[in-house]
Structures are given as C-alpha cells and as structure tokens.
Nanobody, 123 residues
C-alpha cells in the first residue's frame, strides 16, 4: 500500500523559511518521479514542484520558482521541500505525491496524498 506522510509545517512570518519532509513507504521510492502539491482552504489543488527519479532534474511553476527547492534522499525514502522568502499566498496544506501532474486525473491522484501538513504564513 502506497503511504505518504508530509510533515514540518507550521506558522511562519512573511519572508521566513520552512522545510517540509515527506516520508514514503509501500513502493520503490527511487523508481518514481515525485511532486509536492498544495491546497489553500476553499481552493483547488495547485502543483508546487516535481523531481525526477534520481533527483537530477527539478521543476517549478512561476509561483514557487526561485523561492522553493525540492530534493530527495532515495536511501531514506524521503523527499524534501525547502521554502524560502515565504509570502501569505503560500498558506496552504502541503501534500507529497507519487508521480507528476502530467496527464493525471487529479481526483484519482488525490487518493495517494494522505495527510498533508499545514503551512501558515502570517505576521
């Protein structure tokens, strides 16, 4: 059974930093691309970042590029998201996901995300 658990969220001030972790189990972690997804209250899910299987390629939308850094440690079956220069618009529940948004059915993909971690950016 695929299990994904995000952790490390909390309350931070604008301009602050936070690092999220994603612990995975139930599949061969190093064989899959991985992603971070976030969802603000009352809004739909938003893609945050993706990373390829060995970590040599990373991808970001304009909203996170230059501020967020995705990484992974395949020996630990763990993925990370370093978030710098946080702004209030980053406030959301953050989830880790197996795979990427390319060609995905978001409703089906959501079933894998498990319990996310809440990031609140406020002064």
């Amino acid at each position: 059974e695929v299990q994904l658990q995000a952790s490390g969220g909390g309350l931070v001030q604008p301009g602050g930093s936070l690092r999220l972790s994603c612990a995975s189990s139930g599949f061969t972690f190093g064989d899959y691309d991985m992603s971070w997804i976030r969802q603000a209250p009352g809004k739909g899910p938003e893609w945050v970042s993706s990373i390829n299987r060995d970590g040599s390629a990373t991808y970001y939308p304009d909203s996170t590029k230059g501020r967020f850094t995705i990484s992974r440690d395949n020996a630990k079956n763990t993925m990370y998201l370093q978030m710098n220069n946080l702004i209030p618009a980053d406030t959301a529940v953050y989830y880790c996901a197996k795979g990427t948004p390319n060609g995905v059915s978001w409703n089906d993909w959501r079933r894998q995300w498990g319990q996310g971690t809440l990031v609140t950016v406020s002064s």
